[in-house]
């Protein structure tokens, strides 16, 4: 196999990560002052080769909804987000990482089972609205695997990928699981899309009316701070933060509001499309970072932060109140907007801190690298569509080149080292160098028809092996 080496200028991070070092990390020119990262000073990615370790613990924290340009260090200029860029300047921040897909339950198939969406019906939903599918029991997961070479595995927060009865997490390996199993809840009420009370302990429910941030983060601080009698352990932690409704802790006069209407019959409550703003989503965002740094302080508390290893992402790109400059699109869309997050790793015991990858990776492959500093062996009937980066992180490899490939119900995309390719539901095929346009204008599609007609018939031939969409 190839090697590929990113072709992104290399520059040198130092003094503030805001707007204008975030934009010249893309390649642009500056853009308008943001905020600076206290202290913050960032190398190009080198492993640190030849340390050893135990098999590490594994917190995977998931924000909902997350720009990528959501969190300061990543350019926000009025979101302070200290906690998330504290773990960026102690691990690695990654530039052009992806989520599986541009919709929360596709991209939770992605993680949870390290392949693309449209390999299991379920992953076809974009995203589940009801009972009729999800992730089947009998498919190896993340979870399930890590199980089985002795980890102790929990869910808590949004599992967003089927319902109960046939579906669940301690159904996929999971052996706790604490949350709600649909794609939205009222913060306060618990109350799901369909008016359904969706907080649960196990396959129970769970009565508690408090602010759902507050609550999922005591129970993975609990979590953390356990003695596990010398058994790693996986935490996938799903915030749904900032995900609509636009509720910060307090509100609980709008939040009173959003309940009559869905106790009334509003199908469409929870979307809240006629409130939040910036500033409330900027509360919610400022909330996710607060409860991610409790939950680090409790980790550093235990002891075991070195043989943790911690990673941050977002189920896809930012919605109505997201900031995503430079990026064009949004959440649902194969746009960078859509499928462009913000993705942080940190493992103390093997990665040095301080450092920026510009390598293109996406959910999947967290998942096949998982598996493999974990020691453990994905399935053999179930081949994994990500590609593990243990090597490129921890022994200083050349990242395999490949393709990275999306699929949603009217668009397609497929990036090739700086090279996208795009057809969006105007159904023109569409061609960019990344390298220079990350904003996707200026179209190279009749300039280059060679590569647009290569990296289409590349996209066809995954796609061909694909489940179909159901008429």
């Known amino acids: 196999m190839t090697s590929y080496e990113p072709q992104l200028s290399r520059r040198a991070f130092g003094g503030a990560v805001g707007v204008t070092a975030a934009a010249a990390a893309v390649g642009l020119g500056a853009a308008a002052p943001a905020q600076a990262v206290e202290g913050a000073h960032e190398r190009e990615f080198r492993a640190a080769r030849g340390r050893r370790s135990r098999r590490p613990n594994i917190l995977f924290v998931l924000g909902d909804d997350l720009g990528w340009a959501d969190l ?14 504290r773990l ?51 498919h190896p997961t993340l979870a399930s695997l890590l199980r ?28 706790e699981f604490f949350g709600n199993f649909g794609g939205a809840l009222e913060y306060y009420s618990k109350l799901g899309l369909g008016g359904e009370y969706d907080l649960y302990e196990g396959d129970a429910t769970y009565r508690d009316l408090r602010y759902y941030t507050r609550i999922i983060t005591e129970r993975a601080v609990e979590y953390v701070s356990r003695d596990h009698h010398g058994r790693p352990w996986l935490l996938n932690l799903n915030f749904t933060t900032p995900h609509w409704p636009w509720i910060a802790e307090g509100d609980t006069e709008e939040s009173a509001g959003i309940v009559r209407r869905i106790k009334a019959g509003d199908g469409r409550a929870l979307w809240h499309q006629d409130g939040g703003s910036l500033d409330k989503y900027r509360q919610m965002v400022e909330d996710l970072d607060r409860s991610v740094g409790e939950v680090l302080k409790a980790l550093k508390r235990s002891g075991q932060e070195d043989d943790t290893l911690v990673v941050f992402s977002s189920d896809n790109g930012g919605e109505r109140f997201s900031y995503n400059w430079p990026l064009s699109g949004n959440k649902a869309s194969l746009q960078e907007g859509g499928i462009r997050v913000p993705n942080i790793v940190r493992w103390p015991a093997r990665l040095d801190g301080g450092q920026v990858s510009r390598v293109p990776v996406f959910s999947p492959d967290w998942t096949a690298t998982l598996l493999e500093v974990a020691g453990t062996r994905p399935h053999p009937a179930y081949p994994l569509d990500g590609v593990s980066l243990a090597g490129y992180l921890l022994r200083g490899e050349r990242p395999a080149e490949r393709d990275l490939f999306w699929r949603v119900r009217g668009e397609r995309a497929l990036r090739r080292g700086p090279w996208k390719y795009y057809r969006g539901k105007a159904g023109r095929d569409q061609l960019f160098d990344l390298a220079g346009d990350v904003r996707e204008q200026a179209d190279k599609a009749a300039v280059e028809p060679a590569r647009l007609a290569e990296l289409r018939s590349a996209w066809e031939a995954v796609d061909a092996g694909l489940l179909p969409y159901p008429a």
């Open 72 to 85: 300061s260090s990543y350019g926000s200029p009025h979101i302070k987000t200290p906690n998330l860029d």
């Open 88 to 138: 960026a300047r102690q691990g690695v921040r990654f530039t052009d990482a992806y989520a599986g897909s541009a919709t929360c339950s596709p991209t939770r198939f992605s993680l949870y089972t390290g392949r693309y969406p449209a390999r299991t019906e379920g992953g076809l939903a974009e995203p589940i609205a009801d009972k009729s599918v999800g992730l089947e029991p009998t």
């Open 148 to 175: 089985d070479s002795g980890y102790s595995t929990a869910l808590i927060g949004k599992w967003h990928a089927g319902y109960l009865p046939d579906y669940g997490p301690t159904k996929s390996g999971w052996q």
